[in-house]
């Protein structure tokens, strides 16, 4: 099974940076999606950001757009997310979550669509 650890979390305060890494442990045929969830205590999983891997198109909830960027390294079976302008509001578990094939044709935020998840890193963001 596809195995995919992340790292990157850490501590901030409101207005900076973080860059979470996840690394899947082979590589995946064309047409996979893969994606960045959250949870925070007492709240539901969300998706925050995902992409496409034959388009690379991305996908991104609201919340997030214009402030975080998905991107991947295929060579090195690796995704990023790069957060910026941090928010105490953006504190949570974040989880890496990848599918093949993917079953549509663009980026999904559903939980759903996912068949294989990380362990999760925690991202802690102070005002």
């Known amino acids: 099974a596809l195995q995919l650890l992340e790292s990157g979390g850490g501590s901030v305060q409101a207005g900076g940076s973080l860059r979470l890494s996840c690394v899947r442990s082979?590589?995946?045929?064309?047409?996979?999606?893969m994606g960045w969830f959250r949870q925070a205590p007492g709240k539901e999983r969300e998706g925050v950001a995902s992409?496409?891997?034959?388009?690379?198109?991305?996908a991104y909830t609201d919340s997030v757009k214009g402030r975080f960027t998905i991107s991947q390294d295929k060579a090195k079976n690796t995704v990023f997310l790069q957060m910026d302008s941090l928010k105490p509001e953006d504190s949570a578990m974040y989880y890496c979550?990848?599918?093949?094939?993917?079953?549509?044709?663009?980026?999904?935020?559903?939980?759903?669509?996912?068949?294989?998840w990380g362990q999760g890193t925690q991202v802690t963001v102070s005002s």
């Open positions: 082979g590589d995946l045929p064309s047409r996979y999606c």
């Open positions: 992409i496409y891997s034959s388009y690379g198109s991305t």
């Open positions: 979550a990848a599918t093949y094939p993917c079953p549509t044709y663009f980026p999904s935020l559903r939980q759903e669509t996912y068949k294989y």
